[in-house]
């Protein structure tokens, strides 16, 4: 188990730091094996929308023990507020994104293989379901859930045990409060280890069918894809209450489960390796994490993956290699790799999540630049009808989205290139940017948006390859002040940091989107000022610039001050020597170097509890 010196148990001050200026998304499509890769952030996905049929929020309800009718919670002076699910179908359940590297680490390990979960859970009396799903890792519910509580005997519905692929253990009493621990560790070296816990007791171990990287194996951050509580794909699941739910980076011991007891009114205990905790206890966001805790795990609801009725899919559609291979020229420094995309259809997409934080005051990312470097011909532009493979289908000519910042279906684009005369903008306001836009030409294409207060202001430039700049033209966008259509939504909010490139919002019969090849896509979480701007200079075939923070020792999340957010990752960092590896390049394994002696190791400790509270330059 991950624990903390007790040195870092120190009360800090109240501090005001300016957040760090980062990138937190860049794309460059070379990499042969995964052209969505992120240089920097998560990696893109190629997205199919369908509107889901699942009514996870219709379904769920929240209210207090009393309300309900059920046993309080031990220890409780009084109702205390819990999650029903009445048993979910089998496109309904709890997203949730564990927001974490794969693990253990290793360079041939691609998701998560050690984790616990911990739920806090009464199953009523009367339930005549045999079955209660805790947890599916398909992302889509599309096979059978992968822990469950089955009934003992059918002839008494009042008691269930807990396990997987026939071996169940231990019992689970009907209107009882229980704590379930289902503790992962498919690297084990004895064979891929479930750990099975009922009120703190170990009540079943079992040899899983599959190891590392296998059917019991998690998402990690970069693929953006969920694990689904309370989910299985046919519905196999019962009535249940939650009064909290866990989730932790590593698979707990005995002597851990031991310390975590039963449910009690207090929640469940937290450590430095809880990555995720929710007690449903907040009445206008009941998905939010619990009061207090931070993390990078986040809910949202689950109504159904797209169905497989989508015209064409973007993965047999785009392709990736040199310029020149689709007739694009080179650019002064060499030829640029990159993406020949397709026009994305009202069911699909470029998903490259932003990867930003809320900033701005607001609770989405209310400032933030896009930069682009493309390059189109008039084929591309000219046709009203485009080949997706083996399908032909209309698109309007002439206009190229930049950026659309919800679901397919919910709103327009957000920036928009027209061809005829050259000019880019959104709501009507294209003025003096005429015959910036060019076919035939390599751009830098740049969107500044500042949306912290009203009128919402957008800044928009064009530099071409021989370092022309074109801009800034600013338009106003009143009533889209804080949190309006134009900031960007997160993961934390939506289940999803949701930014889709060459997307135009998939609310027109026929989509206003073209093909076109883009050698680098890139976003920074705040807005960026027209002498920086003006610095990138034009396309090149190295990329979009990518500042590195400057080094703060101790903060090792770039966020401008050391506290207790650092304390994980400066325990991960001591584990990657040299910093070969680092999982995080858009803040510098160098940051865990407090005692300036080029290197992050356990002399670094001391150094790093002393700076704790410490102001970055």
Known sequence: ??????????????????????????????????????????????????????????????????????????????????????????????????????????????????????????????????????????????????????????????????????????????????????????????????????????????????????????????????????????????????????????????????????????????????????????????????????????????????????????????????????????????????????A?????????????????????VNQYTIIADVYFTADDINPTSIAHGSVTLPHEPDWVPLYANALPGVDDAMLWMYFPNGTIGDDGQYGDTEGWIQFGTWMRVVCSVDTSADPAVVSKYVIYADDTVRGPVTQLEAGEGLDGRRALVTAAAAGENYLFAFGDGGIYTVPYTRTGFCSSYQVRDYAMPASEVAALGGPRAAGIPRPVPAVCPGDLNCDGQVNFDDIDLFVEALSYSGGAGWPYPACPWIAGDCTADGNVNFDDIDAFVARIGADCP
């Open 344 to 364: 994305p259809y009202d069911c699909n997409g470029y998903l490259l999540p932003h990867g930003a934080a809320p900033n701005g005051g607001g609770a989405k």
């Open 1 to 342: 188990m991950k624990t903390r010196s007790v040195g870092l148990l120190l009360v800090l001050g109240a501090v005001s730091v300016a957040p760090a200026q980062l990138v937190t998304g860049h794309w460059e499509f070379d990499d042969p094996a995964n052209g969505l890769r992120a240089t920097i952030g998560q990696n893109g996905s190629f997205f199919t929308y369908i509107p889901p049929s699942g009514n996870a929020q219709g379904v769920t309800q929240f209210d207090t023990t009393t309300a309900f009718g059920i046993p309080a919670l031990p220890g409780a002076a009084g109702p205390v507020r819990v999650a029903y699910i009445p048993g979910y179908n089998g496109n309904e359940a709890i997203a949730m994104y564990p927001g974490v590297p794969a693990n253990p680490v290793d360079p041939n390990v691609s998701y998560i293989n050690q984790y616990t979960f911990i739920f806090d859970i009464l199953i009523p009396n009367g339930s005549a379901a045999p079955w209660v799903s805790f947890f599916n890792t398909n992302e889509c519910n599309r096979n059978d859930g992968d822990f469950f509580a089955q009934q003992v005997n059918p002839a008494d519905p009042l008691a269930y045990s807990i396990g997987i692929s026939g071996q169940y253990d231990g019992v689970l009493f009907g209107n009882t409060w229980h704590r379930v621990i289902i503790s992962v560790n498919l690297a084990d070296p004895y064979g891929p280890l479930m750990s099975k816990y009922i009120d703190g007791a170990l009540v079943g171990e079992q040899i899983l069918g599959s190891g590392v990287d296998g059917r019991w194996s998690l998402y990690p951050v970069g693929d953006n894809l969920p694990t689904l509580i309370l989910g299985d794909n046919n519905g196999d699941t019962g009535p249940i209450y939650v009064a909290a739910l866990q989730f932790r980076n590593y698979a707990v011991d005995a002597a851990t489960a031991a310390t975590l007891g039963g449910v009690g009114a207090a929640g469940i205990p937290v450590d430095s390796g809880t990555q995720g905790y929710w007690n449903f206890r907040s009445v206008s966001a009941p998905l939010a994490p619990a009061a207090g805790f931070t993390g990078p795990a986040s809910l949202t609801w689950f109504n159904g993956c797209a169905p497989t009725t989508c015209p064409f899919d973007l993965r047999n559609t785009t392709q990736f290699g040199p310029s020149t291979s689709f007739g694009v020229p080179a650019l002064p420094d060499g030829v640029a790799h990159g993406m020949r995309f397709d």
